[in-house]
């Protein structure tokens, strides 16, 4: 089953448009679906960051992101999404998928502010910010990058097309399978646009069904192109739960509490946990033999990918568990030779179960036509993540310092409290 959609070249006529609730990545509802079951009151706020300091952003663009933002208050969950939710995720609760029948996006809660350049006014930064109940603002996250992504390479940065993206497609996902990489596609958020992100999946499903080797398509991120496509829909737990949870608990016991009142909440179903929130020796410390018995796979998502996998069998080791009946799965900007690479060493190492969710490789990897065709155009390098809880400021250390985000103070009183080098 492919696509019908025509792929000459960007639309810059029509605005943009939210296609479905579903388009997001499914982490997203199963973490709402905890914050309804534990935090409902709770007040959040979310802030965007561009890591890219050098690359400025036309006023314009600005602009019509910001109209864009009225689209997402026509978005509400159908009843044909309901069911197949029902279906495919049956971890959702009846009352958790009534409330997200009910949920409408809130604009009124997104502040965007430009910030011109001294050089030149119509050129800048922009700061965009969420606010309000934590169980609302969970569902910006993902389909707000995604749109200001699609904007900025529709009307601001139109020296690219669409030509050869399903064959790259093809010919990617035919390397990671002729290699035996199991992966998934993690390419919502940071995607050039919707059409990119569905002609890479058509070109992915193709390979996969010529292929003879038909276990290399896990599934993806993105349940709305899960539906779709009749692909497993991929997703269990992202850093923000941590944070906030953290941040609720004045960070004592954070890991091991949020970890807890998951797998209350999930059980086995969705036991895939990030290590890397406030940084992987700081996860190990309370991820004790219990819950490493408990929790099926560990996802590595930065710092020293290759350090990851022997340092999580010695961890596994320690605690007198069998490692090979362990999972792991990368997640931090992956292309095919760092893919092969730790597959082969998962494979050195025991761990069998080993797999990739793949993004910006996939969903965002274009050439200038100025080029013709042979230079690179760059995608927006950009993150939005939870930055208070109740007004207690949150933060996420990481294993590789450039990814640190929260305010400098709060960073340092958390890397003090957990005894993490300051530098």
Known sequence: MTSNISVSVPDVQSEFKVVSILD?????????????????????????????????????????FKRSLNSFA??????????????????????????????????EQITVNFIPS???????????????LWLETILWEVPLMACLSEIYFRYADQDWDYTGQEEQAIHKATCLFDARCTFSDFGTRRRRSFLAHDLVLSGIIKSRDAHEWKDGLFGTSNAYFAMRYNLNTIGTIAHEWFMGIAAI???????????????????????????????????????????????????QDSGDPKA????????YEERGIDHTQKGIIYSDALDFNKAKA????????????????????????????????????????????????DGK???????????????????????????????
């Not at 969705?270 to 004790?288: A, G, K, N």
């Not at 013709?372 to 809880?389: D, R």
């Open 118 to 132: 001294s050089n030149d006014p119509a050129m800048g930064s922009v700061e965009i910010e969420a606010r309000g």
């Open 249 to 299: 608990c004045n960070y004592k016991d954070a890991t091991g509490t949020a970890l807890d009142l998951w797998s209350k909440l999930y059980g086995e179903s969705l036991s895939v946990t990030l290590t890397d929130t406030f940084s992987t020796e700081v996860f190990y410390r309370e991820f004790d033999s219990i819950r490493a018995n408990q929790w099926k796979a560990l996802r």
């Open 24 to 64: 997001t990545d499914l982490y997203k509802f199963t973490m709402q679906q905890a914050v309804f079951e534990y935090y409902p009151t709770a007040q959040a706020v979310y802030r965007f960051a561009h890591r890219d300091k050098n690359r400025q952003l036309p006023k314009a663009c600005i602009e019509k």
């Open 342 to 389: 730790l597959h082969d060493q998962c494979q050195q190492l025991g761990f069998t179960k080993c797999s990739f969710g793949i993004g910006t490789w996939l969903t965002n990897d274009f050439k200038m036509k100025s080029s013709g065709y042979k230079e690179k155009s760059k995608a927006l390098n950009m993150v939005i993540k939870l930055g208070s809880i």
């Open 74 to 107: 026509e978005v509400q969950l159908k009843q044909d999404e309901r069911i197949w939710l029902q279906d495919k995720c049956n971890y959702f609760k009846p009352n958790y998928l009534d409330y997200l029948q009910s949920y409408r996006f809130k604009p």
């Open 393 to 423: 400021e949150c933060v996420k250390i990481s294993d590789e310092i450039t990814k640190n985000t929260g305010v400098p103070e709060a960073v340092t009183k958390v890397k003090e409290t957990y005894q993490i080098p300051l530098s």
């Open 308 to 315: 990851f996998a022997p340092r999580a069998k010695q961890m």
